[in-house]
């Protein structure tokens, strides 16, 4: 396995970030993809599971 450092950012709808969490030694554990129906208007949801040795939460952004 190949692990890597990432970052989750969650926005607000004006766009603005409002918090991030930085995650460090991390690797995918599971990946689903729902099945895509061209006659229908259901969004494709795809889920990506991850394992990280650590998890920090950003604290330059404001905590609501």
């Not at 918090?19 to 229908?40: C, E, G, K, Q």
Request: net charge negative; hydrophobic share 30%.
């Amino acid at each position: 396995k190949q692990m890597r450092n990432g970052s989750l950012t969650i926005y607000d709808q004006a766009s603005k970030e409002q918090i991030r969490f930085d995650f460090f030694r991390a690797w995918p554990t599971s990946y689903t993809i729902t099945d895509l129906n061209s006659s229908s208007s259901d969004y494709e949801i795809e889920e990506l599971e991850i394992v990280c040795e650590e998890l920090v939460r950003n604290l330059k952004f404001p905590q609501n």
